[in-house]
């Protein structure tokens, strides 16, 4: 079983960034996809951004060239960096290792 913990959520105005975290723990030597979705208040869980190993990684349209995900290893730990952000950002966002484990999330709010 995988473990995963979420933070770096808040509130931040439109244009600005944000730089979420996930921490593994647990049955982490099988991982080789990690996810971040997000799921905004009355719509579907929605996949944002995907790795798969080190390096190959597949974005939403909505999120292309302003949101970065990437893993360290050691840390046990996925990125997403989100960049000029926007109101229809705001959700909340979750982590997933591929399978069935996912986190409790963590709140982004995009607002002036």
């Known amino acids: 079983q995988v473990q995963l913990v979420e933070s770096g959520g808040g509130l931040v105005q439109p244009g600005g960034s944000l730089r979420l975290s996930c921490v593994a723990s647990?049955?982490?030597?099988?991982?080789?996809?990690m996810a971040w979705y997000r799921q905004a208040p009355g719509k579907q869980r929605e996949l944002v951004a995907r790795?798969?190993?080190?390096?190959?990684?597949t974005y939403a349209d909505s999120v292309k060239g302003r949101f970065t995900i990437s893993r360290d290893y050691a840390k046990r730990t996925v990125y997403l960096q989100m960049n000029t952000l926007k109101p229809e950002d705001t959700a909340v966002y979750y982590c997933?290792?591929?399978?069935?484990?996912w986190g409790q999330g963590t709140q982004v709010t995009v607002s002036s």
């Open positions: 997933n290792d591929g399978k069935d484990s």
């Open positions: 647990g049955s982490i030597f099988s991982i080789i996809t």
């Open positions: 790795i798969v190993g080190g390096s190959s990684t």
